[in-house]
T-cell receptor
């Protein structure tokens, strides 16, 4: 599975959009980009996934660059409950490899 | 909607004892994954099962074993417990489809080895 690079931490004001970047320059053509988050010691929570097209669901939007070497997770109106570690994971099938992630702090 | 159920939620054991963690996947899910998360660390993959057969193996110690039963629930058996086994243990389940595999996690079991 391709490796990913994320900033270790980010702050966001409550009510504003949170944009979390992820670099995955070695992604292969059939690997998907998945985003999960973990709110303090809870089980990781699936957010969204995509292959090459931009995706949106009730939680977030995923923007994937045309060359697929990077992506951005967008939380359109961050709330205090969105404070968590966000993991960008590139994979085909099988296990998830969690690496570092971005600790997002949403502030009032 | 039904979620992944893990039991027990908390477990306290002494060194060299054994522990069994249980995982009940979401109905109609055929794949179970086990992850271990030590204090201040990211979750690490241990082992997975697809249709009751071991699918992949990660950094699971030889003292640990696991299986998936006919009703798709899974158990992680841990023997000769060590202090370093104190961690959160998460189970995840998925319904494996072609090229997409979304894993849904349980709330975890917090194991403390004293």
């Amino acid at each position: 599975d391709a490796k990913t690079t994320q900033p270790p931490s980010m702050d966001c004001a409550e009510g504003r959009a949170a944009n979390l970047p992820c670099n995955h320059s070695t992604i292969s053509g059939n690997e998907y980009v998945y985003w999960y988050r973990q709110i303090h010691s809870q089980g990781p929570q699936y957010i969204i996934h995509g292959l090459k097209n931009n995706e949106t669901n009730e939680m977030a939007s995923l923007i994937i660059t045309e060359d697929r070497k990077s992506s951005t997770l967008i939380l359109p109106h961050a709330t205090l409950r969105d404070t968590a570690v966000y993991y960008c994971i590139v994979r085909l099938l099988n296990m998830l490899t969690f690496g570092g992630g971005t600790r997002l702090m949403v502030k009032p | 909607a039904a979620g992944v159920i893990q039991s027990p939620r908390h477990l306290i054991k002494e060194k060299r004892e054994t522990a069994t963690l249980k995982c009940y996947p979401i109905p109609r899910h055929d794949t179970v994954y086990w992850y271990q998360q030590g204090p201040g660390q990211d979750p690490q993959f241990l082992i997975s099962f697809y249709e009751k057969m071991q699918s992949d193996k990660g950094s699971i110690p030889d003292r640990f074993s696991a299986q998936q039963f006919s009703d798709y629930h899974s158990e992680l058996n841990m023997s000769s417990l060590e202090l370093g086994d104190s961690a959160l243990y998460f189970c995840a389940s998925s319904r494996r489809q072609s090229r997409v595999d979304i894993q849904y996690f349980g709330a975890g079991t917090r194991l403390s080895v004293l």
